[in-house]
């Protein structure tokens, strides 16, 4: 059996980082339980038994948003239902990974399990077929305000129907032409099946979680460049060692990993009574912002086993949903851009400590003695720039006033939008990472150190891309060279054998899907 047609159970429960990660790599595909199918066909019933007794079902029967007081015929239904997804179809700008509208199918067929939504098992078996057949819509993901992603899972609905363009055997290509070469048919909507088709948050958490095993994953090499940085400029270690009995959980765990690794290289510890904040309290700032991203995290998975569909269904009731605004999500992001934030500081500050000349007795902007040269002054500019920008994408934007759709309605949590201001805070933070470990490799051959551990990985994955700093240079690309390879497959899989850390390396799933 080959990888990809490893099949994992979904039942309507919460899903996973590693289930998340498999999926979306076109690993896995999910397989629905007998107890899902039947909770599924059971929702449907009501919804079919509700609209033979005549009642007026949002989106099944009536108009959606302004127009939800008009009704339609049965006659006039299939054209409605293929209308209405069709107007969905309105995102604009660049496309989404594959990975993620893998993982928004993913989260569609599951949510549909819970027996909540009301739909077809037929519309489940059409997005299984998307997955199974690998015909992935694109997503263009400009589109949603955070109150169900119509304009995002709007553009994977209307592919159901035979429109659209779709990335198919890594090409992109038209939909119509996808199906053919798939074997597959265009989707006849049912009654319910519409609107469920794309009125949900599936793109919104799929992003989402992507963001946060990507901000994971950067904590992590975060966490190795700071190491390297502290040892170079020999760093007390009795801080850390005193968090580890008086810290959080997370500020214990991150203690007692700086302290093994302090075991690994034993560096030459400073006279100084009092290390700066920014390097003795690496433990509250890294441990802190594992528990942020972990937090939203829980919620993110939560909600990937939780029905926020409008309507829904409650026993025998069709109801209108008062579930559907993805806020819990959407706050717990941004608490987790403000954790961000704190991190870049802590970076920053290193880094101008670094080149100050006041530690070790290095030498101002680590010039070399004897050497003739500006060296690494400048560079703190770019140090600089990226904290900012990391900084400034902290503000919330959550509680924004927003009124459509004639008042109906005037909540919005704007969660693809703060996803994406997430993942631009987090490309800052690899970029930190990139020049923290080139400041770090430069004061290490100054005070002719010879770091172990961790530490050498780092030292090794920068000499590899830029020698010893003894005359004025260009340093855009080997930074940007020092940033790919720390942020690579090959890096963090050395990272977890080497010094593993279970609360990011598990619960986040961190090693590539192909070793995990």
Not at 272 to 287: E, K, N, T, W
Not at 388 to 393: A, E, M, N, P, V
């Amino acid at each position: 059996m080959s990888p990809k047609n490893k099949n994992i159970m979904f039942s309507g429960q919460p899903l996973d980082f590693d289930i998340l990660s498999r999926i979306g790599a076109g690993l896995a595909l999910p397989a629905v339980t007998h107890a899902g199918v039947e909770r599924v066909e059971r929702a449907h019933q009501v919804v079919k038994d509700r609209l033979a007794d005549g009642l007026s079902i949002y989106g099944a029967n009536t108009g959606v948003g302004a127009m939800k007081d008009t009704e339609w015929t049965a006659e006039a239904l299939e054209d409605f239902n293929l209308g209405l997804v069709r107007a969905h179809h309105f995102g604009t700008g660049e496309p989404f990974p594959v990975e993620i509208v893998r993982n928004a199918i993913a989260i569609r067929i599951n949510t549909a399990l819970t027996g909540r939504v009301g739909c077809s098992m037929a519309l489940v078996e059409a997005f299984q077929a998307l997955l199974e057949q690998d015909v992935i819509p694109i997503v263009r993901r400009t589109g949603s305000i955070g109150c169900a992603d119509i304009g995002l899972m709007g553009q994977v609905s209307a592919a159901l129907t035979g429109v659209g363009d779709a990335v198919y055997q890594g090409r992109r290509m038209p939909v119509t032409e996808a199906f053919t070469a798939a074997g597959l048919k265009p989707l006849r909507m049912e009654p319910r099946d519409a609107l469920a088709s794309f009125s949900l948050n599936a793109i919104g958490y799929a992003s989402a979680a992507s963001a946060l095993h990507k901000a994971a994953l950067a904590v992590r090499v975060l966490l190795a460049t700071g190491l390297a940085t502290a040892g170079a400029m020999g760093a007390a270690i009795a801080p850390w060692r005193s968090v580890v009995e008086v810290g959080t959980h997370a500020h214990a765990d991150i203690g007692t990993w700086l302290c093994r690794a302090f075991d690994d290289w034993c560096w030459t510890s400073a006279s100084h009574v009092q290390d700066p904040l920014s390097i003795r309290m690496m433990p509250q700032v890294f441990g802190t912002t594992i528990e942020s991203l972990t937090i939203a995290g829980n919620t993110i998975l939560a909600a990937t086993g939780r029905t926020d569909d409008n309507p829904v269904v409650i026993g025998n009731e069709v109801l209108t949903s008062g579930g559907s605004l993805p806020l819990d999500v959407t706050i717990y992001m941004q608490a987790a851009q403000i954790a961000m934030a704190h991190v870049a500081r802590n970076i920053f500050n290193r880094c101008v400590i670094l080149a100050n000349g006041g530690r070790r007795g290095l030498p101002v902007n680590l010039v070399p003695h004897g050497v003739v040269a500006t060296g690494f002054g400048p560079i703190l500019k770019l140090a600089g720039d990226l904290f900012i920008r990391t900084q400034s994408l902290s503000a919330p934007i959550s509680a924004q006033s927003l009124v459509v759709a004639g008042g109906i309605e005037d909540e919005a949590a704007f969660l693809p939008l703060v996803v994406e201001r997430f993942e631009r805070q987090v490309r800052a933070l690899r970029r930190m990472a990139g020049l923290e470990a080139l400041l770090a490799a430069q004061a290490m051959d100054i005070s002719g150190d010879e770091p172990c551990g961790v530490a050498n990985l780092v030292y090794a994955i920068v000499r590899s891309h830029s020698a010893l700093y003894l005359k004025d240079r260009p340093l855009s690309s080997e930074v940007e060279q020092i940033e790919e390879e720390l942020g690579s497959d090959a890096t963090m899989t050395r990272l977890i054998d080497q010094a593993p850390l279970a609360l990011l390396d598990d619960f986040f799933a961190l090693a590539p899907p192909e070793t995990a």
